[in-house]
């Protein structure tokens, strides 16, 4: 990468070279008129992060064909400065093929708690939804990048409660419905 000199209220500033990865301590310099120095008045450390996090392994935990109720998730987030969250969430898939690219409607927010080590896991409440919907998940680190991509999967939802319906059973012992009326 390359710098270029400043000239700031006619004062020439030296081309800055951009830092590399790391973490660094912003010191200040203050000279006066009278030519006397102070050192270290400010003192703030700052890490340059250009790396985004990683996450994987994104699963359910308890794989099933269909769900009802709740869904329970997990995925493994790391990053070398921190993960600030990993946020699981609920959209509808593409109406036009179905598939689970991020265009749907999204709901279902839960963010994920720190299991142990970089697993994190959330619970996903589905009630009031039936058909198929894309589980998704994602992470953020300290630096504010978020994971890329966005990891899906497809699910079906059933809160639908049975209907059931009780009707005689013929010719059974209890069945009246074949003797003579009279």
């Not at 102070?38 to 269909?66: A, G, H, Q, R, W």
């Not at 639908?160 to 419905?177: E, G, M, Y």
Request: glycine share 8%; hydrophobic share 35%.
């Amino acid at each position: 990468k390359s710098a270029t000199a400043q000239s700031i209220s006619g004062v020439n500033y030296p081309a800055w070279v951009p830092l590399s990865e790391g973490t660094y301590t912003a010191k200040t310099s203050v000279i006066t008129k009278a030519n006397n120095r102070v050192d270290n008045l400010v003192s703030i450390p700052f890490t340059i992060d250009n790396t985004y996090p990683t996450l994987t392994n994104f699963k359910v935990i308890t794989p099933k064909s269909v769900y009802s109720k709740n869904i329970p998730v997990s995925a493994d987030a790391t990053d070398a400065n921190g993960i600030e969250y990993v946020k699981f969430f609920i959209t509808a898939p593409k109406i036009s093929d179905g598939t689970c690219d991020g265009n749907g409607v999204g709901g279902g927010i839960q963010y994920g708690v720190l299991s142990s080590g970089s697993t994190y896991l959330a619970t996903f409440d589905t009630s009031g939804l039936n058909g198929d919907y894309c589980l998704n998940a994602l992470s953020k680190d300290s630096a504010t990048h978020t994971s890329n991509p966005i990891l899906r999967m497809k699910v079906k939802i059933d809160n639908t409660a049975p209907v059931w319906a009780l009707s005689p059973v013929h010719n059974s012992p209890l069945d009246n419905s074949n003797q003579p009326v009279g």
